[in-house]
């Protein structure tokens, strides 16, 4: 079993498109986060969710919209994509913020979108 | 702000060989450091953590690090590296409690570790 699973891999799309990334966890965890890869590879988070409710909300653009319709979901939509959107985007989960403090912070394979 | 910086972007070694990944960290008071990895197509796994107490640390998979805070490092360290260690490293430090950085880690850009049989 996956315990943090995302979907899809990979996703190829053109600028000024809508695209959602979906993220699931089986741990039972009450937090989950976004993280963005950038060109660089430094990973950089985005966003958190604990319990449903926004906790961490980092400098993004607005045409991100994170939305957690249960504390296993935490999915990523993505309007009007531009090309400096082009990353590797992992989502995340633990139990708790303090669960990341001590390091139990369970990530997803990534996500892997380039903007044409 | 914290930051960490991981000069080495890649690294190759044989395998058997002793293994050495730097990790330099940005931080305004004692930092918790970690260190994961990346297995292709995988998400990140810690290997290991430092938070307080003794400067060396040990993790999974036969790795240990060491604290130097003189240094601002962290450095993963292996004594014989097996085939099955190929990934990419990556090191991070984590927000104090009560700060504004509680629960998010700042990474490193990360290490990509090639092994040769």
């Known amino acids: 079993d996956t315990a943090v699973s995302q979907t899809p891999k990979y996703l190829v799309t053109q600028m000024g498109n809508d695209k959602s990334i979906k993220c699931e966890q089986n741990?039972?965890?009450?937090?989950m986060y976004w993280y963005k890869q950038d060109s660089k590879k430094f990973l950089k988070i985005m966003f958190s969710?604990?319990?449903?409710?926004?906790?961490i909300n980092e400098t993004v653009p607005n045409r991100f919209s994170p939305k957690s319709p249960d504390k296993a979901h935490l999915n990523l939509h993505i309007n009007s994509l531009e090309l400096g959107d082009s990353a590797v985007y992992f989502c995340?989960?633990?139990?708790?913020?303090?669960?990341?403090?001590?390091?139990?912070?369970?990530f997803g394979p990534g996500t892997r979108l380039t903007v044409t | 702000a914290q930051s960490v910086t991981q000069p080495d972007i890649h690294i190759t070694v044989s395998e058997g060989a002793s293994l050495e990944l730097r990790c330099n960290y940005s931080?305004?008071?004692?930092?918790?450091l970690f260190w994961y990895v990346q297995s292709p197509g995988q998400g990140l796994q810690l290997l290991l953590k430092?938070?307080?107490?003794?400067?060396l640390v040990q993790g999974i998979k036969g790795f240990e690090a060491e604290f130097k805070r003189s240094q601002s490092s962290f450095n993963l360290r292996k004594p014989s590296v097996h085939w099955s260690d190929a990934a990419e490293y990556f090191c991070?430090?984590?927000?104090?409690?009560?700060?504004?950085?509680?629960?998010?880690?700042?990474f490193g850009q990360g290490t990509i570790l090639t092994v040769h049989p």
């Open positions: 741990l039972g965890h009450d937090t």
């Open positions: 991070a430090v984590g927000g104090r409690a009560g700060g504004t950085s509680y629960g998010k880690l700042t």
């Open positions: 995340a989960s633990s139990q708790g913020l303090a669960g990341a403090f001590f390091g139990e912070q369970y």
């Open positions: 931080y305004g008071a004692t930092p918790y």
């Open positions: 430092y938070f307080s107490g003794d400067t």
């Open positions: 969710y604990n319990n449903k409710e926004l906790i």
